[in-house]
Nanobody
Framework: QVQLVESGGGLVQAGGSLRLSCAAS????????MGWYRQAPGKQRELVAT???????NYVDSVKGRFTISRDNAENTVYLQMNSLKPEDTAVYYC??????????????WGQGTQVTVSS
């Protein structure tokens, strides 16, 4: 079994910064892509950023230039540095990871979510 545990959410004023962390643990053989998604009240979950095991990144247009995704492969941890936060960034943020637990078995796991609230 694999678990993803997120931390770092909270309340911040517009223009401020937060850093989210997500640590994967359990029966991990390797991790492929890792990512961050968010879901605002009344809206569908949307992709925020992804990062491959080699470090290639992808961002939704609304966060480009403000958010940075990174990972520590040795610690099975993914980070999301969020700068210049806006009220529209308010959402529950979820991490996910494409995990191999053996040579064959592969599954995408999700964290429990962490609330980010940006006040105007």
């Amino acid at each position: 079994q694999v678990q993803l545990v997120e931390s770092g959410g909270g309340l911040v004023q517009a223009g401020g910064s937060l850093r989210l962390s997500c640590a994967a643990s359990g029966s991990i053989f390797s991790i492929n892509d890792m990512g961050w998604y968010r879901q605002a009240p009344g809206k569908q979950r949307e992709l925020v950023a992804t990062i491959t095991s080699g470090g290639s990144t992808n961002y939704v247009d609304s966060v480009k230039g403000r958010f940075t995704i990174s990972r520590d492969n040795a610690e099975n941890t993914v980070y999301l540095q969020m700068n210049s936060l806006k009220p529209e960034d308010t959402a529950v943020y979820y991490c996910n990871a494409d995990v191999r637990t053996g040579l064959v078995y592969r599954q995408v796991y999700w964290g429990q979510g962490t609330q980010v609230t940006v006040s105007s």
